[in-house]
């Protein structure tokens, strides 16, 4: 195996590789920042590379490999989202309006070290974690790297231009309307959003109404398993969630949908509805019994529901910053949005959520998974929302990607799963959607989709 293929190996086989004395900790490492010294001139997915305090961890992590010590990650680099806090590091938010460095790890980053993840460094973000592309006035964009031209997504855009462009074997990113799902599904990668409270969030408790949470873009199903199994709170599969993944799911009952949720205005793509056509005959060729079935939902989910949330919680975390003043207009114009919001209103907002969930998930009554486009549309080019505001902006974006933030509001795991290239050009996807708290079936049911139609060696041009 050359140093290329390595670096695209993903989390779990280099966690092996590690183990067996095939590749040493720093070795691995220095890989990697050879390669982003060279590559991410061009990307920009990291907002800081942070080799110093890395090299030490990774030298550490060898110490402990050489006394036969084994954790699931021992020695693996991995990429951390800039809104999720690493000790002794600023986190951003995209933006110039933070102050002072992180003076602990969040709990997910807390969790990764502990299970001997080497943190390589902060990775690109929309200010504010709004928009599906990676673009801010403070750091500049971050370029798809299968087409520099255009965005990788986002808010999770510079992990997934990482993992993408083999500049980190996995990346941990948010998602709080789809911003795991939409740049996995542009770039080519895994991604999952987990159940709500599955994966810790702390010290960001509550993000964005409940709405958020942390999750990993990964190159390989098994990776995110990993991610999960050494991350989780609560209950865990028999075995746990790499077990999970490598169970066959058996003939599960798939519903297809490629309805928009009500009042939400788009058309999905002819690429895309393509996608999903050829995701059902894959299905049926597996044994599965497909049909075509639309969830349920109400007229009053997504304006009503959804965005309420979103900006609230927008409003909130602009209180915290210390100089506000210096955000762009389009982030105060949605944060101006969510003060308009009182608490009681959010409160009752937030008190219908077990409403649209029932709702919402009563599909599930006798399906076990469904099956949207992963997007309506491909990303954006680069610059393609200079000079708009906050409001016009969002409205142009959201007939892109559609199907992503009513599952925030639900509170199920969904996943994107790659399916394949746009006119040989830019990645397409699928989004899997779980019932309540069955990672476990999409875990599984991924795997089988990536068995019969790899995509591991898939590598952009900009690699």
């Not at 003060?339 to 008190?351: E, M, N, P």
């Not at 639900?410 to 019932?435: F, I, M, N």
Request: with cysteine.
């Amino acid at each position: 195996m050359d140093v290329t293929d390595i670096a695209f190996a993903g989390a779990a086989e280099q966690a092996r590789m590690l183990a067996s004395g095939a590749i040493t900790a720093p070795a691995l490492l220095e890989l990697y920042l050879a390669r982003i010294t060279r590559v991410d001139r061009e990307l920009r997915s990291y907002r800081v590379v942070m080799a110093d305090s890395a090299r030490r961890e990774a030298a550490a992590a060898q110490e402990r490999l050489d006394a036969g010590e084994r954790l699931p990650m021992l020695g693996v680099p991995i990429a951390i989202k800039d809104d999720i806090d690493v000790a002794g590091e600023f986190t951003t938010y995209g933006s110039s309006a933070y102050d002072l460095p992180a003076t602990a790890d969040a709990e997910v980053v807390r969790r990764l070290r502990e299970a001997g993840a080497v943190i390589l460094g902060k990775t690109a973000v929309p200010e504010m974690m709004l928009w599906p592309f990676t673009e801010t006035v403070s750091f500049g964009a971050t370029h798809n790297p299968w087409d520099l031209a255009y965005t990788p997504g986002g808010s999770s855009g510079g992990s997934g231009a990482a993992v993408a462009a083999g500049l980190a074997p996995i990346a941990l990113g948010s998602d709080g309307a789809g911003s795991i799902r939409i740049p996995a599904g542009w770039c080519g990668l895994f991604g999952l959003k987990p159940q709500r409270d599955r994966v810790p969030i702390a010290p960001h408790d509550d993000a964005w109404c409940g709405l958020s949470v942390n999750g990993p873009l990964t190159r390989t199903v098994e990776d995110a398993a990993l991610f999960l199994d050494v991350t989780h709170t609560g209950k865990t599969p028999r075995g746990g969630f790499v077990k999970a993944a490598a169970r066959k799911p058996g003939r599960l009952r798939i519903a297809l949908s490629a309805k928009l949720p009500t009042t939400m205005v788009g058309r999905v793509g002819r690429a895309q509805q393509q996608a999903l056509d050829g995701v059902e005959n894959l299905l049926r060729d597996l044994g599965h019994e497909v049909l075509w079935r639309d969830p349920d939902y109400p007229a009053w989910a997504v304006y009503g529901h959804v965005l309420p949330r979103m900006w609230r919680g927008v409003y909130e975390d602009v209180q915290k910053l210390p100089y506000p003043e210096r955000l762009e207009p389009r982030t105060r114009a949605i944060a101006r949005l969510g003060g308009l919001i009182s608490d009681s209103q959010i409160a009752k907002v937030r008190a219908a959520e077990p409403a649209l969930a029932a709702r919402v998930q009563s599909i599930f009554d006798d399906i076990d998974v469904v099956v949207t486009p992963g997007t309506a549309a491909g990303p954006s080019r680069i610059g393609r929302y200079q000079h708009r505001g906050g409001v016009a902006t969002l409205a142009m974006v959201a007939s892109r990607v559609p199907f992503n933030a009513i599952f925030n509001a639900t509170g199920q795991p969904a996943a994107s799963v790659p399916w394949t290239l746009d006119g040989e050009s830019l990645p397409l996807s699928v989004q899997l959607v779980g019932r309540p708290s069955d990672e476990a079936t999409l875990l599984s049911l991924s795997a089988q989709i990536e068995a019969a139609r790899p995509w591991v060696n898939r590598r952009p041009p900009v690699s």
